[in-house]
């Protein structure tokens, strides 16, 4: 569905270097909130649509005495959620528009998060600087050069240190976006990479959204000297009556919906 403004939306090539995400984040922040906000919460932790809790989870390992970075935080309700349990955990994204919307969120619940606006293949931070980066569904599907930001990851990452993201799971790249029925159906190759993008007026690209087949995932995370070592599949539980976007209990039922990617970075000599 093309959205309010645009000239046109599908799937094209994308004369994009990734500043559309940010521009789009920036104008969309607060519509995406009144949206997502009640699924969200202002300090929890879900990993997916599908419901999955990071306390029920425990994706991102013993979190004792670790300092944590969180990239394409949005409104950082995750790493609200973590600090909320004495994690030295930091939110950052590239949006100024969800960065201002996570301090609304503070002012609300009364606390204090770190905040850092930082694109995450660029990041400004030390080599070796923390022990844990995570995002769930931030970062990786926006920008067109993925393993950059794997890189990035591995560059700030300890040895030992974890990385865990949550993404779209390719499979559903070739269903339609629909959790309806209509969604069951695959219209389009698993294997076409074209992304999706919708343009303005003007031709130029508004948003867009790029796809990765689970080898390309994990390629990307290996030739950043990462091991890849668990990549979880949630379930729709049968308690989930909710519809997020193309997510639905229909879908869940049948198409899997979310893939959560866990990689460490591996000691010198092991």
Do not use: K
């Amino acid at each position: 569905m093309d959205a309010p403004g645009l000239g046109r939306a599908g799937y094209q090539p994308a004369d994009d270097d990734g500043r559309a995400a940010r521009r789009w984040w920036d104008g969309h922040a607060e519509e995406y909130l009144d949206e997502h906000g009640d699924d969200l919460g202002v300090a929890e932790f879900r990993w997916c649509p599908e419901g999955l809790r990071e306390d029920e989870a425990g994706l991102l390992g013993d979190l004792d005495g670790r300092r944590v970075l969180e990239v394409g935080a949005g409104a950082a309700q995750c790493t609200r959620w973590l600090r909320a349990r004495g994690v030295d955990a930091v939110a950052s994204d590239v949006s100024a528009g969800m960065l201002a919307a996570a301090r609304r969120l503070d002012a609300v619940a009364g606390t204090t998060t770190p905040l850092l606006q930082a694109d995450a293949r660029r990041l400004p931070l030390a080599d070796d600087a923390v022990d844990v980066v995570f995002t769930a569904y931030g970062a990786i599907p926006f920008v067109p050069d993925a393993d950059a930001v794997h890189r990035e990851v591995a560059r700030v990452l300890r040895p030992g240190g974890r990385w865990v993201f949550a993404v779209t799971h390719p499979v559903r790249w070739a269903f339609p976006d629909d959790p309806g029925e209509r969604g069951l159906t695959a219209t389009r190759s698993y294997f076409d990479r074209t992304p999706y993008v919708e343009v303005d007026d003007d031709g130029a690209v508004a948003y867009a959204e790029y796809h990765r087949t689970v080898g390309d995932h994990v390629r990307g995370v290996t030739a950043a000297g990462l091991r890849l070592v668990d990549v979880v599949e949630p379930e729709w539980p049968p308690d989930n009556g909710r519809t997020w976007g193309g997510w639905s209990p229909l879908r869940g039922a049948r198409i899997p919906g979310t893939a959560v990617f866990v990689a460490r970075s591996e000691p010198p000599g092991a």
